[in-house]
């Protein structure tokens, strides 16, 4: 890999591939959605990567691989640069539910959604054609 290479220097995107276990065909397609990674070109198109493109893939695989985010989910996160450093909340697993109990639920959804749906008929009455 990159052993013996100082901490400042350049990786191109095979070594960044190996380093962070991702095919540099995904690093090129980041690099597409992405717009804050931006390695150096150089000699028909060669990529250099410095340490701080590294951090930012490694920023965005975990959001993407680890913590579940979409691309678009992941562009947001990184556009806020305070949240970007902050693991966000995860909604928690709602408890399961006792099939006694569903019975209930269900029931009192369907008088819920009926309401609504009356309510709804209402007001759409009300709009002139």
Do not use: C
């Amino acid at each position: 890999m990159n052993a013996g290479k100082a901490d400042t220097a350049y990786l191109t995107i095979s070594e960044v591939s190996e380093k962070l276990d991702i095919p540099a065909h995904v690093l090129r397609f980041w690099e597409s959605k992405f717009t804050q990674v931006k390695p150096l070109k150089r000699n028909g198109g060669r990529r250099y990567y410095r340490q701080a493109d590294v951090s930012l893939l490694m920023r965005i695989r975990d959001l993407l691989y680890n913590q579940g985010y979409t691309i678009k989910g992941a562009q947001k996160a990184l556009r806020q640069p305070a949240a970007a450093d902050i693991d966000l909340p995860r909604p928690a697993a709602a408890a399961p539910v006792p099939a006694a109990a569903d019975q209930d639920n269900h029931a009192e959804a369907r008088a819920l959604i009926e309401e609504a749906r009356s309510r709804l008929d209402s007001l759409l009455a009300r709009l002139p054609n």
